[in-house]
């Protein structure tokens, strides 16, 4: 445990830092980028959607960022604890930092004079960042190429502006119009991109 504890701490001081760093100036631009005034329930959805859940990208996609670094591969492959369990702390801090911005997000517009049902806007936010942030880990985990993995997540949020004509039940933006169905698809396949990024990482990249 206190192994544990060491890990997230350094993990945090040196890489997760930086990143916290940049959700904060992402989120100081939303007012200037989205309504964040006295919105009613459907575009204080499309503020949420559209700019909260990209914070899945800047928090998920990093999660294998320190292992560039062949020093800290040699260090990690080094020590006792499996990188998996290393992968899994990373992953927890990040996920943690992801949810509270979330609600960070959530809590301002409500602040703001905004009316919308905040816990059923905070998840189906948090499930489409779950979502973008698993799309960029899978792929980074895969191609082991930063640049891709968050290409690949911009690129189908992009897609997502003609609609949910090509994505059908992984809309991101469905919560505007009253659809939370997707949002539980989008949940359950960014849980399952975040473990087969974790595994093809332990399988096909580091088996110390």
Not at 45 to 72: C, H, W
Not at 148 to 165: A, E, R
């Amino acid at each position: 445990m206190e192994n544990c504890a060491k890990a997230a701490t350094v993990h945090f001081k040196y890489h997760l830092k930086y990143h916290l760093l940049a959700a904060v100036l992402f989120f100081c631009l939303m007012p200037f980028l989205m309504g964040t005034q006295y919105l009613n329930a459907r575009e204080s959805a499309r503020t949420l959607e559209m700019y909260a859940a990209l914070s899945g990208i800047l928090f998920l996609t990093p999660v294998f960022l320190p292992d560039q670094d062949k020093n800290i591969r040699d260090l990690i492959g080094s020590k006792r604890m499996p990188y998996l369990v290393i992968h899994l702390i990373r992953l927890a801090e990040n996920l943690l930092f992801l949810l509270v911005f979330v609600g960070a997000g959530a809590l301002f517009l409500k602040c703001n004079g905004c009316e919308f049902p905040f816990w059923s806007y905070f998840a189906g936010t948090a499930a489409g960042a779950l979502f973008l942030g698993g799309l960029g880990m899978f792929f980074y985990s895969v191609t082991d190429n930063a640049a891709v993995g968050y290409m690949v997540p911009l690129v189908y949020y992009m897609i997502n502006f003609s609609g949910d004509k090509y994505v059908k039940n992984f809309y991101l933006f469905s919560m505007a119009a009253g659809d939370f169905g997707p949002k539980f698809w989008l949940a359950g396949a960014g849980a399952a991109l975040l473990l087969g990024g974790l595994l093809w990482r332990r399988i096909f990249r580091f088996k110390p």
